[in-house]
């Protein structure tokens, strides 16, 4: 049997999210965007507002364990900004990380 006293809160989290279908994408902010916004180009594609509604959990940075619902989403020029509330600490900064979860797993 593992051992799980030693593991992170992140690395439960992910482990569940495998073994519920993989639920959620690992992402990294690939500009630095504002207290409301997360710049990446993992989603090069997509249509308006195609995350609204699911989570944003930041995994690192000033903003490492913040969870926040995105509230809209645009792609441009093969950059997604993720528009999130409420605002964080700080700013979303090039190479933070996060995870992007599902709606129906808040």
Known sequence: MPVIQARTREQLRVDVGWNLGHPFVLIEADATGLVTTLITDDFPMGGPNEHRGKYLVFTSGTNDGSIRRITSSVVTDGQST????PAVAAVT???D???????SYD
């Open 82 to 85: 993720l528009v999130f509330h």
């Open 93 to 95: 900064a090039d190479g």
């Open 97 to 103: 990380t996060a995870e992007l979860w599902d709606e």
